[in-house]
């Protein structure tokens, strides 16, 4: 058995020692709990995010075969190409994975897009152009409406995307992103996110950018219903879609 100190000053200094390392103590314990705590919090609301996606999505894609089908014909019959267009987007953590849509543009789209660069009407590493030449006439029905997007949802059923989330942007523009700017890549992409729901193609980047952020600071199972339920106003009045 250790024998407490003669000197008072020393004992004093012992007695103080010895509390602060209980403190530390107490503290460190405190600590472990929270992380724990959010740990837990932090799974349970991913793991109900994934239901609500796969939920409403497998729903979605019942109610909107139909559509699906019709949009499909239309491109074929309207012009020559595939009807689902692949393209590679960035998703959470920089992972690649490739991205459905209904074909809404020619073939040549992509080569053609170096001659219009000097036409971009959006800021930023992002191009946009209202009346952009390399639109098919389907093409400009199904943007305008949103309908060209409807595939995302396999990839939601894929676990590559959510039903609500940053959109996922194509390599190229990422390679171009700010160290502020790769914070829209800490969430698993959307189909539709605070940005679509806020203004769309009618937002200037930087605030696009904000609006991402904000979702991912914020996000929750009520924000995203919330967003979900925004979103078709946003769609019906094709506000900022082109």
């Known amino acids: 058995m250790v024998q407490p100190p003669d000197d008072p000053k020393t004992a004093r200094m012992v007695a103080i020692f010895a509390e602060r390392r209980f403190e530390r103590s107490r503290a460190n314990q405190r600590l472990r709990a929270r992380m724990l705590v959010w740990a837990i919090r932090t799974k349970v609301v991913r793991n109900l995010k994934r239901a609500l996606d796969v ?3 497998s729903a979605a894609i019942v109610a909107t075969a139909p559509l699906m089908i019709g949009t499909a014909v239309a491109i074929k019959l309207d012009s ?17 994975f490739g991205c459905y849509k209904f074909r809404s543009m020619y073939l040549d789209a992509e080569r053609r897009k170096a001659e219009l660069l ?10 946009k152009m209202k009346d952009d030449p390399r639109i098919t006439r389907v093409g400009k029905v ?30 190229s523009e990422v390679a171009r992103y700010s160290y502020e700017q ?10 539709t996110g605070l940005q679509q729901v806020s203004g769309r193609s009618n937002l200037d980047f930087k605030r696009w ?12 199972l009520w924000k ?14 094709s506000r900022g879609a082109y």
């Open 55 to 57: 939920s409403l999505a």
């Open 80 to 96: 020559p190409g595939p009807v689902i267009f692949q393209q590679e987007r960035v998703g959470k953590d920089g992972e690649p």
């Open 118 to 127: 000097a036409k971009n009407e959006a800021d930023g590493p992002v191009f």
């Open 142 to 171: 199904i943007r305008k409406l949103s309908i060209d997007e409807l595939p995302q949802l396999f990839n939601v059923l894929k676990g590559e995307m959510s039903l609500v989330g940053p959109r996922p942007a194509i390599p």
């Open 182 to 191: 790769l914070g829209r890549l800490n969430a698993i992409p959307g189909i």
């Open 209 to 220: 950018v904000e609006l991402d952020l904000q979702y991912i600071a914020e996000q929750s």
């Open 224 to 237: 995203d219903i919330e967003i979900l339920t925004r979103t078709i106003p946003a769609v019906i009045f």
